[in-house]
């Protein structure tokens, strides 16, 4: 267990239905991210937040999905009117920002959209 | 072209083999080199990181990187059954928000 928590651990819904998932960093990290990972490949980068900021947004992070950090503690994904192709592991992982900033990652949400 | 390739595998070795994994990456820019292991069901954990052209050793396990070639190794001295699961390269760049950027992964199963 790494101490960065996420829940659901599993969640299957409909098409067009929105979701949220919650992750709860390592305590004293400042920043979180968000990866995704679909079946067969490493997780891609999504998003970062440096306490409550958020200052990356990958490409693969269309205008369905939005996070939040709103404390600087605990982060939510959002998928709004999901797809099909939106079915993958979603991965959140902190770290401090100090030296190499090793990433701890929690054992992500699992999302199948039918 | 890709920016990391890696072999998807799978591969079986039987205990005590050694397994070598590779990775090769486009971006001369990456700055540490990382190994991730990831179990089923879980998410990856950092294995062993380096940061110039070298090997590094830690137990079993030695990491070798090779810039001007723009590949890197893993090595795993006999292997265990424990060792099953999947092996995924990762770069990073510093600054900007250190997002690392990984491989496609190797599964790997060390069978009894």
Redesign the interface.
Same mark, same amino acid.
Do not use: I
């Given at each position: 267990d790494?101490g960065?928590s996420q829940d659901p651990r599993h969640k299957i819904t409909k098409r067009g239905q929105n979701v949220t998932f919650r992750c709860d960093p390592i305590s004293e990290h400042n920043?979180l991210?968000w990866?995704r990972q679909t079946l067969?490949?490493? $997780? @891609? %980068?999504l998003t970062?937040f *440096?306490n409550e900021a958020q200052? @990356?947004k990958s490409r693969l992070l269309s205008d369905r999905f939005s996070a939040e950090r709103p404390k600087g503690s605990f982060s939510t994904l959002e998928i709004q009117r999901t797809e099909q192709g939106d079915s993958a592991m979603y991965?959140c992982?902190s770290?401090l920002t100090q030296g190499?900033? @090793? *990433?701890f %990652?929690? $054992?992500?949400t699992r999302l199948t959209v039918l | 072209q890709k920016e990391?390739e890696?072999d &998807?595998g799978p591969l079986s070795v039987p205990e005590g083999a050694i397994v070598s994994l590779n990775c090769t990456y486009s971006n001369s820019a990456f700055q540490?080199f990382m190994w991730y292991r990831q179990y089923s069901?879980?998410? &990856?954990?950092?294995l062993m990181?380096t940061y110039s052209s070298g090997n590094k050793e830690d137990g079993r396990f030695t990491a070798q990187v090779d810039k001007s070639s723009k590949y890197i190794s893993l090595f795993i001295r006999d292997s265990q059954p424990s060792d099953s699961a999947t092996y995924?390269c990762?770069f990073?760049l !510093?600054g900007?928000?250190?997002?690392? !950027?990984?491989? !496609?992964?190797t599964q790997l199963k060390v069978e009894l």
């Open positions: 790494t960065v920043r991210y990866y067969g490949q490493g $997780p @891609e %980068f970062y *440096q200052l @990356e991965l992982a770290s190499l900033g @090793e *990433q %990652f929690g $054992p992500g | 990391v890696q &998807p540490y069901r879980k998410g &990856p954990e950092l990181y995924l990762a990073l !510093t900007g928000g250190n997002k690392l !950027t990984f491989g !496609t992964g």
